[in-house]
C-alpha cells in the first residue's frame, strides 16, 4: 500500500510538473513576444516623429542641431540612444552614452541603407540586448541622405521573462504540493480507509463473526463490489450455518435432510447423469409491467417444493413459457440461467400458442382432471378437442425434454402433475435408457369416479410408461392401482405396490411432499419482536385486533374458502366477545380465471367476506381482510408469524404446502394449524386441530379451540408439528423419490421382449 501511495505520488508530481511547465513556457513565450512588439511599436513612432526633424538638418548637415535633437529626445524609457549617419555612414550626431553601450556598427544598420527600407533587430552588445530600429533618411536622393538609428535597451524583457519564469516555478510548486496532498488524502479516506475496514471485515467473515452489511461507503463506484461481497458473505453464511447443522446432527445421531445432503445424495445417484423436472407451471416467469419487464415466482405449491431441488442439483427444468416478456429473456436455445441473481440450475422454455393453452391447460387439465381428482363438487368438463390439444401439447414437451437430454446417458426424468399423463410413455418410447417418475400432486379419485373420464385407458397408459409413479399418500396409490387393476390387461403385484405390463414395471408408492425448512431453525424468533411486526401489521391494514388468523390459498372452489368465512361469521355469532377483537387475513391469489367458475368463483369469494363484514364491522375493525392478489413467499411469512392460528380448510388437497408453510415459519414454537381432515397433510400433522370443512358448526368451534388454547398445549403440539416438518421436509422427499427412482433396474431390449410376451401368455391363460 505503502508503495503504491508513493508510485502514485511521484506520477502525480512528474504529471503535475510537466503540464504546468509547458503551458507556462507557452506562456513566457506569448508574453516575450508581446514585449517585443511593443517596442518595436514605440521605436517606429519615435523614429516618425524623429525623421521630420531630423531630415531638414541633415540637408543642411547642421551636425550641431542634430546633437541637440538626439539629445532632446534621448530620455525616454528603456533607450539607450540616437544616433544620425551621413549617406557614407559617418557619425553625424549621437546622444550620449551611446558609443559605450553600442561599439561598431551592428550590421542592420547597413542593411537599412542599401535596401533603403526600414530594418530592426534585436543585437548583442557587450552582453546586453540591444533593439536597434533604423530608418533611411531621404531614401530617394543619394546627396543628403543618412540614416536615423534609434536604440533601444532590451534588457527589460529578459528581466520580465525571468520573473515570470521565477513566478512560475513556485506557483507550480504550490499546486504541486496541494494536488498531492488532496489525493493523498482522497485516497486515505475514499480507497484506503474502505479498504483496510473490509479487509477487518473479510477477517471476520472468515471466523464468521462478521455482519451481513459490507462496511463499504455507499457510492457508485463500490456499490457492485459491495453488493457481490455481501451475497458472497450471504452464501457463505449460509453454507457455514448447513456446515454447523449437519455436525449438529451427526453429533445428534439423527439423519436429517440438508439441500446440501441433497445434492451430495443425488449427484452421487446420478454419476454422469444429469436431473431434468418438467412441469407446467415455470419456477420464474418475466411479465411486462409498463416499461419495464419483472420476473415473478407464479403461487404454486409445486414450485415451492420443486424449486430447493434443483437449487442443490444444477439440473434443467423444462416448463411452459407463459409470461408475457418470457420471449425476450430466453437465449437461442429458450433456456435461461435461474434463479436471476444467483443461477444455480436451467430453465428450458416451451411454447404454446394460445389454442393449445386453452384446450390443455385451461380445458383438459382445470376443467377435466382437477375436477375430476378433487371432490369438491365441481363437475369435471370433457371435450375431445381439448383433449386432442393435451395430446399434442405432452408431444411438444416430449419433444423438447428429449433435445435437453441429448446425449446424457440414463438421465433421470421427474414429470410433475396432472397436466403430463402421457409425457413417460412418450419419453420412455424414444429413450428407454431414461429413468422417469411422474408425480401426481393433486389426489386420485376412487375408480367409480375416474372411470367417468372417456380417455381412462390412454391417460394409465401413458402414466405407466413411468419407471415409478409417486403420489403424496397410500389411498392415492391404492385408489390409481384400483383403476389401472378396472381399466387395463395388466398384472398388479398389490404386495409390492406394482403393476406389470407389457414386460415393463411401474412402481406405485407415496411420497409425501413438503417444504424446505428455515435454514435459522435454532434462532428462535424474540415474542417481542414478533408482536412489534404484528401490531405494525395491522396498522397496515387499517384493523385493530387482538387476535389474528390467516388462510393463505389460490382462489380455487376445492380450497373450502367460502367454508372458513362462514365457520368465522358463526364464531362471532357464537362468541360474540370475539367481534372487535378477532380479525381474519385472508391471502386471495386470483388463479386461472380465464376458467368461468374461478372467475365467478373470486367474485363470490369477495362478496361473502364483504357481507360478513357488513355485518359486523365497526369504524376501526371488521371481521375478514381480504387480500385479492399474489404474495411473494418472504411477504407471507410476515402474515405467517403475525397469526394466533391458520386455517386449512380445502375440500380436498393432495397434500396442501401452506399447511406445512405455516408450521415451518413459527421458530417462536406459537400458533395453531387448523387443518381440514381432507388435505394429505393431514396424515402427517397429527397436532393440528382437525376439522370437516363443510362442518360449519365444529369449526367454528376449531376456531374458539385454537384462540383459548392453553399456552404450553399450543407450544408443544408446534413443538412436535415443527419436528415434523423439520425430518419429513421437501429434501427428503426428493431424496426418496430420486434413490427409488435410481435403484429402478432398467431392462434390456431383450428382456423387455421376452417379458412381454410371457405377459401376454399368462393374461391369455
Ligand atoms: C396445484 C397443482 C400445480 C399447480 C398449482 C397452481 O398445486 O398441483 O401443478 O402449478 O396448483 O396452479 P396453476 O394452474 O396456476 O399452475
Redesign the pocket.
Known amino acids: 500500500m505503502r508503495l503504491f501511495s508513493l508510485r502514485l505520488i511521484v506520477s502525480l508530481i512528474v504529471a503535475i510538473t510537466l503540464v504546468s511547465v509547458l503551458s507556462v513556457y507557452n506562456q513566457v513565450r506569448g508574453e516575450r513576444r508581446a514585449l517585443r512588439g511593443d517596442l518595436e511599436r514605440r521605436a517606429a513612432v519615435l523614429a516618425d516623429s524623429l525623421a521630420g526633424n531630423v531630415q531638414p538638418n541633415l540637408d543642411t548637415r547642421s551636425s550641431k542641431k542634430l546633437q541637440q535633437i538626439v539629445e532632446r529626445f534621448s530620455n525616454r524609457e528603456h533607450l539607450a540612444g540616437i544616433a544620425v549617419f551621413d549617406e557614407k555612414l559617418q557619425l553625424l550626431a549621437q546622444s550620449a552614452g551611446l558609443s559605450d553601450r553600442m561599439q561598431g556598427r551592428p550590421a542592420v544598420i547597413m542593411q537599412a541603407m542599401t535596401s533603403k527600407q526600414r530594418q530592426s533587430a534585436f543585437v548583442n552588445a557587450n552582453g546586453q540586448s540591444l533593439y536597434v530600429y533604423v530608418v533611411p533618411l531621404n531614401p530617394e536622393a543619394y546627396e543628403n541622405s543618412g540614416v536615423l538609428v534609434i536604440v533601444h535597451d532590451a534588457r527589460y524583457i529578459q528581466a520580465q521573462t525571468n520573473r515570470l519564469w521565477r513566478e512560475t516555478f513556485f506557483r507550480v510548486l504550490v499546486q504541486v504540493f496541494l494536488i498531492v496532498l488532496i489525493t493523498v488524502l482522497i485516497v486515505r479516506w475514499s480507497i484506503a480507509g474502505p479498504i483496510s475496514r473490509v479487509s477487518q471485515w473479510l477477517r471476520a467473515l472468515r471466523v464468521g463473526r462478521a455482519e451481513a452489511s459490507v462496511p463499504m461507503p455507499d457510492f457508485d463506484l463500490l456499490r457492485p463490489l459491495a453488493r457481490e461481497m455481501s451475497s458472497i458473505a450471504q452464501s457463505l453464511a449460509a453454507a457455514r450455518s448447513a456446515a454447523e447443522r449437519e455436525a449438529q446432527l451427526r453429533q445428534d445421531a439423527e439423519s436429517s435432510w440438508t439441500s446440501e445432503r441433497l445434492s451430495v445424495h443425488v449427484r452421487s445417484k446420478l454419476g454422469n447423469s444429469r436431473l431434468f423436472i418438467v ?3 415455470e419456477p420464474y416467469s418475466h411479465v411486462r409491467s409498463g416499461k419495464t419487464v419483472q420476473c415473478v415466482v ?6 415451492t417444493a420443486l424449486e430447493p431441488i434443483l437449487r442443490a442439483c444444477d439440473g434443467t427444468w423444462i416448463a411452459h413459457g407463459s409470461g408475457d416478456a418470457d420471449r425476450e429473456t430466453v437465449d437461442v436455445n429458450d433456456r435461461l440461467p435461474v434463479p436471476p441473481d444467483e443461477p444455480r440450475y436451467t430453465l428450458r422454455r416451451v411454447w404454446l400458442t394460445k389454442e393449445e393453452e386453452e384446450g390443455y391447460y385451461y380445458g383438459f387439465s ?1 376443467e377435466g382432471l382437477w375436477p375430476l381428482c378433487h371432490i369438491a363438487h365441481t363437475r369435471p368438463l370433457f371435450r375431445a378437442a381439448d383433449w386432442d390439444d393435451y395430446r399434442k401439447a405432452n408431444i411438444k414437451f416430449a419433444d423438447a425434454v428429449l433435445e435437453e437430454m441429448g446425449s446424457t446417458n440414463n438421465p433421470v426424468v421427474l414429470v ?2 396432472y397436466h403430463f399423463a402421457l409425457l413417460p410413455r412418450l419419453i420412455k418410447k424414444k429413450r428407454p435408457d431414461a429413468r422417469v417418475a411422474i408425480f401426481w ?2 389426489p386420485w379419485p376412487n375408480p367409480e369416479a375416474f372411470a367417468i373420464c372417456p380417455w381412462q385407458r390412454e391417460l394409465l397408459d401413458g402414466l405407466l410408461g413411468a419407471d415409478v409413479i409417486g403420489f403424496h399418500i397410500q389411498a392415492h396409490c391404492s385408489n390409481f392401482l384400483q383403476s389401472v387393476d378396472r381399466t387395463l390387461e395388466c398384472r398388479i403385484d398389490w404386495e409390492h405396490s406394482a403393476v406389470n405390463r407389457q414386460g415393463h414395471r411401474t412402481i406405485i408408492k407415496p411420497f409425501p411432499i413438503s417444504v424446505e425448512f428455515p435454514a435459522n431453525q435454532n434462532l428462535t424468533s424474540k415474542p417481542n419482536s414478533i408482536y412489534l411486526d404484528r401490531v405494525a401489521l395491522l396498522r397496515e391494514l387499517g384493523v385493530d385486533a387482538m387476535f389474528v388468523g390467516v388462510g393463505v390459498d ?1 382462489v380455487d372452489y376445492t380450497k373450502g374458502i367460502q367454508e372458513r368465512f362462514l365457520a368465522i361469521e358463526r364464531m362471532l355469532e357464537k362468541r360474540p366477545t370475539y367481534q372487535g377483537r378477532f380479525v381474519f387475513i385472508q391471502i386471495g391469489a386470483p ?2 380465471t380465464h376458467i368461468k367458475r374461478y372467475h365467478d368463483l373470486l367474485a363470490d369469494v369477495e362478496a361473502e367476506a364483504e357481507r360478513i363484514n357488513w355485518r359486523f364491522q365497526t369504524s376501526t375493525w371488521k371481521p375478514i381482510v381480504f387480500l385479492k392478489r399474489h404474495f411473494g413467499h418472504s411477504e407471507i411469512m410476515r402474515y405467517y408469524r403475525a397469526a394466533d392460528l391458520c386455517m386449512v380448510t380445502a375440500l380436498h388437497d ?1 397434500m396442501n404446502l401452506v399447511a406445512k408453510e405455516f408450521i415451518a415459519a413459527r421458530d417462536d414454537e406459537q400458533g395453531v394449524l387448523i387443518l381440514s381432515r381432507f388435505t394429505g397433510a393431514a396424515r402427517e400433522l397429527l397436532d393440528a386441530v382437525m376439522v370437516n370443512p363443510y362442518d360449519i358448526e365444529s369449526t367454528a368451534d376449531a376456531v374458539c379451540q385454537a384462540l383459548e388454547m392453553a399456552p404450553e398445549e399450543r407450544c408443544s403440539r408446534m413443538l412436535r408439528l415443527r419436528k415434523m416438518v423439520r425430518e419429513q421436509n421437501i429434501y427428503r422427499w426428493a431424496g426418496n423419490l430420486v434413490t427409488d427412482l435410481c435403484e429402478v433396474r432398467l431392462q434390456t431390449a431383450d428382456e423387455h421382449g421376452s417379458r412381454a410376451q410371457a405377459q401376454a401368455a399368462s393374461l391369455g391363460d
Not at 407464479?298 to 414450485?303: I, N, T
Open positions: 412441469s407446467n407451471r407464479p403461487a404454486s405449491g409445486l414450485v382445470n410433475q402433475d400432486h393433486i389460490r388463479s386461472r393432495g
